[in-house]
């Protein structure tokens, strides 16, 4: 309401702003008593939470846009990541914020926004949005199994060593590069790269599947980020003031596609992205201390991620697969016809020990 009624806050005079004030009223009223809002707020469930992570969410988004010009307008955009990581503890629904959020970001930043800008960052909010729910959420997972299988399988260490062991590396990796981003430098600005590199790696955004599948495909998007990161082009920069007429001295100057500023920045988001969904601690303490209700046990790394993936609902073909018409495809083994089995990502499960002395471990039991 406030951007239809004026587009400087020196323009606001007290009729304006019982207009904007009466909208913004009018607009939560008919929310709170919709049927949508209403039910979920006197229900039991999540949805009333993560709709209030929503309306923050947004709000937040709006606020940095009136302080977009100030020298650390930049907070507003680490502190939706940091609501953001908390309401992935919630629901994901708060992800569909995303293509908003950078819609309203564009619109700001680039004044003569046209319909071809408008569509390419509407595309780059999916690509943001695959990220993290494909990219950071299973991404954790797969490369903390990753460590706990090495520390605990192939050197003997207990079982969740791994797990910690791997948490202090991307808490380190990622402080590293937002120190790193920091202090930029020409000097530094490989080290900037290969920090950002480390640190989103190690989010595990980019290893998507499971085995060698993810780690072929996140070297390759790794490989990617690390010539991106390294690209230069010439931009226009003012070196200073002739004196005499008064008009900026420009020169064409080789600078990196992604600034130090931008890097830094999204450093920081991914931490804050980080700290909000360690949430997903108190589901690890909580299994830990086996309560009567602990479906599928997300005591380690492994069942929590059976937990993430809500393996426990089952699966269905959203965009290709079985219909409801659809036979069961059968294979010949000998005299008889079998269901053709096709293995999926291995299933790891603590083993029992058979005596006191024997180290931890884990096996595969199943797979998916």
């Known amino acids: 309401a406030r951007r239809l009624v004026i587009s400087d806050w020196k323009e606001l005079t007290t009729s304006k702003l019982i207009a904007i004030e009466a909208s913004g009223m009018v607009g939560a009223l008919i929310y709170t008593f919709s049927d949508t809002f209403w039910f979920s707020a006197v229900e039991g469930e999540v949805y009333a939470f993560s709709s209030a992570f929503t309306a923050v969410v947004f709000w937040l988004i709006l606020k940095w846009e009136d302080h977009a010009d100030e020298p650390h307008s930049d907070r507003w955009l680490v502190l939706i990541a940091y609501m953001t990581g908390l309401s992935i503890g919630v629901h994901l629904l708060n ?122 495909t ?40 992604i600034s130090a500023r931008v890097k830094n920045t999204a450093l920081l988001c991914m931490l804050m992205l980080m700290i909000g969904y360690s949430s997903y601690a108190l589901i690890v303490i909580r299994s830990s201390a086996n309560p009567p209700m602990d479906q599928n046990s997300p005591e380690d790394i492994f069942t929590l991620g059976s937990y993430l993936s809500r393996d426990q609902y089952g699966d269905r073909p959203l965009f290709y697969g079985q219909a409801y018409t659809s036979q069961v495809a059968l294979e010949v083994d000998g005299n008889m016809c079998k269901p053709v089995m096709k293995e999926g990502a291995p299933v790891y499960q603590r083993k029992e020990k058979a005596s006191a002395d024997e180290k931890d471990s884990y096996f595969v039991v199943s797979h998916k």
């Open 95 to 216: 992800l569909l914020c995303i293509p908003a959020i950078v819609l309203v970001y564009y619109y700001k930043k680039v004044p003569h926004a046209n319909l071809k800008g408008s569509l390419l960052a509407l595309f780059l909010s999916f690509l943001v949005v695959v990220a993290v729910l494909y990219g950071v959420v299973p991404g954790i997972i797969t490369v903390g199994g990753w460590f706990e299988l090495f520390f605990v399988n192939t050197l003997g260490c207990p079982f969740n060593t791994g797990e910690i062991v791997y948490i202090i590396c991307l808490v380190a990796s990622v402080i590293w590069g937002i120190y790193e981003t920091c202090h930029a430098s020409e000097k530094n600005e490989k080290k900037q790269n290969i920090a950002f590199v480390l640190g989103f790696g190690m989010l595990g955004i980019p290893f998507y599947g499971y085995g060698w599948t993810a780690a072929i």
């Open 218 to 257: 996140g070297i390759i998007v790794l490989v990617i980020l690390w010539f991106v990161l390294g690209y230069k082009r010439k931009q226009e920069v003012v070196t200073g003031v002739d004196e005499s007429t008064g008009i900026a001295k420009k020169k064409m100057q080789l600078l990196p596609l």
